[in-house]
């Protein structure tokens, strides 16, 4: 390694006019030489010893500026490295510093093998050596196989099969043709990861109405990617169930929203809050990945190409008059990156490392494609593009499976899909908020704020690299009393009275709003609206005066015909919640191109029902039991913890108490 860092130094002196190693006299070869292999092994200790100290500093400082402080911060180890030989004429301009630092690092990494997301023959073979060393000092580890989910966020079931045809991803292609088998499952209403990762890691999404709903009886907002909520939401999970979470036993959790009752935890929400210590390891993750210089310049490197390709794209976008589209300026552009480089890199390779510990439970979620996809579009070729990546991504941590101390087997699956289409405000020019007050006969503003995406990516950029920023807590309340609350889901909408402690019914809101109900179920954008009914118990509302009891839905869809099948089980489950709004409000569905009409600004959605949202996959080895019987289906997020169990089971490996069954407590 000191070698090639001395080599690259000596070729960078030879090609740039501001880096050189000998004074404006002339120096021997020998003595040009020896200043070269001088200043690279000084860079290579100061890099080794000073830079894991910087990196504990660089975590205090927000995520969107990390990549600046890399590319500053290793030139400036170089610097010093160079001012180091008393001997030695050798100098460099502070910007040249910066280019010859970057340069060392990547072939230093190239050559090196450190943690990053690459498919190279050389990182390859580093890593096998690497794994046969590990094998020689550690004891000899289980032969039962361990399992590692992969969760690829967002992306849905037909969006997988359509890219393996288009050839996008062969590593998924090449499983499906041997070892895997795909099968679709269907999430509850609320298809958003909030709900979904919660049911599949703990076993319960009980009364998660939404990704954020307002409890009247706490007089707060919760929001499922909120580090608080996230917390409060885990608890209830664990009191509700009786058991830890399917990852107690032997397990990591990586980059995920909740732990699962994993012991080894990195970059999960749910404990970003606590103070740091051994039980809070959040943001473990980034500082095991970026103390390796060589991968935090490459990752910055990355990072900000992948910002020059967003603003590219967006820029495309418009020029071309594309549509639908949102705003994609501001801080989107380093929302993506991190998303799509910094989380990537540092998940993945956390999980290489765990394989390489021989741990029993691997979950990771990689959020990438999720967050190109609401902005892009889920069938956009920016989308397209990060499937590609995502792809190499499983290919690089099958590789390492194949030289783990002990076999493994992955699955894949996601959280959720992402259904197409025009934002509410976009088609009708204005949104859900504006809409609401109208029926209420409240003043409408003329500028009225618009709802941002709620994607993950956002509060992990939050949560990464300094203490989380919660959200400001007059957001939680409305301005008055006695006026509406109302929060969008992705094509989800929810309304709440916050002066009325209980669930209001129908026959309360009527008489205190007479026209609020028939202007939003008549609205052409709200395919169907659910409230509570003194008379009938629940009652599901639509177009033309369409009033449908809950208990008549099998025999009389109504409003729910263009949601499929399972959509009035789903609206039954979400009516029995405590916490479920008193309005609830799904937007318009066309099953002919599975569009559905966001109330944020998202131009691909999930979190309601109607097209793809509903609709995820999993991914499983064909030596697992089938997931389900054949011919019947794989219904929401508690019945895939039950399969994920059952497989752990299979394998030997965590042997999670079975409890009575959720639905059996309640009861």
């Known amino acids: 390694m000191w070698a090639v860092s001395t080599v690259t130094m000596l070729v960078l002196a030879g090609i740039l006019p501001d880096f050189r190693l000998q004074s404006p006299d002339g120096e021997s070869a020998t003595h040009i030489a020896v200043t070269a292999a001088f200043g690279a092994g000084a860079f290579g200790l100061l890099s080794a010893l000073v830079w894991p100290l910087l990196v504990r500093l660089l975590l205090l400082v927000p995520a969107l500026v990390l990549g600046l402080l890399v590319f500053v911060l290793n030139g400036s180890l170089l610097l010093v490295a160079l001012r180091l030989n008393p001997a030695s004429s050798a100098e460099a301009a502070p910007e040249t510093a910066v280019v010859v630092a970057a340069v060392m690092s990547a072939v230093a990494s190239a050559t090196g093998g450190a943690l990053a997301v690459r498919d190279d023959d050389a990182y390859r073979r580093r890593l096998y050596r690497l794994a046969d060393r590990r094998r020689r000092r550690l004891p000899p580890g289980p032969s039962a196989p361990g399992t590692v989910f992969l969760q690829l966020d967002g992306v849905g079931h037909d969006v997988l099969v359509d890219a393996v045809k288009k050839g996008l991803m062969p590593t998924v292609a090449a499983w499906l043709d041997a070892t895997h088998r795909l099968t679709p499952w269907r999430t509850d209403w609320s298809s958003q990861t909030g709900a979904s990762q919660l049911g599949i890691l703990h076993g319960s999404n009980h009364d998660i109405p939404a990704f954020r709903w307002y409890e009247k009886d706490r007089g707060e907002v919760m929001v499922c990617n909120r580090p608080t909520s996230a917390a409060e939401l885990q608890r209830r999970a664990v009191e509700f169930t009786g058991d830890g979470g399917l990852l107690t036993a032997d397990g990591a959790s990586r980059g995920n929203l909740f732990s699962g009752g994993a012991d080894e935890q990195a970059l999960v929400l749910s404990i970003a809050t606590r103070r740091r210590g051994r039980e809070n390891r959040s943001r473990a993750g980034y500082f095991a990945y970026f103390s390796d210089p060589a991968n935090a310049v490459r990752t910055a490197m990355s990072f900000v190409a992948e910002v020059g390709r967003e603003i590219g794209q967006s820029t495309r976008a418009v020029l071309g008059k594309q549509r639908p589209r949102v705003s994609r300026g501001g801080l989107y552009p380093f929302v993506r990156a991190f998303a799509t480089v910094v989380e990537r890199d540092v998940v993945v390779a956390a999980v290489m490392g765990d394989l390489l510990a021989g741990r029993t439970a691997v979950y990771a979620d990689l959020v990438a494609y999720d967050e190109v996809a609401h902005h892009s579009g889920p069938r956009s070729r920016d989308a397209e593009k990060v499937l590609e990546r995502l792809d190499r991504s499983l290919a690089l941590i099958a590789h390492v499976a194949e030289h783990a101390p002990r076999p493994y087997r992955i699955v894949v699956l996601s959280d959720h899909g992402q259904s197409p289409g025009e934002t509410f405000r976009a088609r009708y020019g204005l949104g859900l908020g504006e809409l609401v007050r109208a029926g209420c006969g409240l003043p409408v503003p003329r500028k009225a704020q618009r709802t941002h995406s709620g994607a993950e990516a956002r509060a992990a ?12 807590r007059e957001q939680h309340r409305p301005s008055h009393h006695s006026e509406p609350i109302v929060l969008a889901s992705g094509n989800l909408g929810l309304v709440s009275f916050p002066d009325v402690h209980h669930r209001m019914s129908k026959e309360e809101i009527d008489a205190r709003h007479p026209a609020l109900l028939t202007t939003l179920a008549n609205h052409p954008g709200i395919g169907f609206l659910l409230v509570r009914s003194e008379e009938h118990g629940g009652v599901l509302l639509g177009a033309y005066g369409a009033e449908i009891p809950l208990d008549r839905l099998d025999d009389r869809r109504g409003p729910l015909e263009a949601f499929g099948p399972g959509a009035a089980d789903a609206v039954r489950r979400t009516h029995s919640f405590p916490h479920t709004a008193d309005i609830m409000v799904n937007s318009f569905h066309d099953p002919a191109d599975g569009e559905v009409l966001a109330f944020e600004e998202q ?65």
């Open 461 to 472: 950029v939050r949560a990464a690299l300094r203490r989380p920023v919660e959200e400001r």
């Open 603 to 667: 131009i691909g959605s999930h979190g309601g029902l109607g097209g793809a949202q509903g609709r995820p996959f999993l991914l499983s080895p064909v030596v697992f039991s089938a997931p389900v019987e054949e011919g019947c289906e794989l219904v929401g997020a508690e019945q895939v913890h039950q399969v994920l169990r059952r497989w752990l089971r299979e394998t030997d490996g965590p042997q999670v108490p079975l409890e009575t069954r959720p639905e059996e407590r309640a009861a």
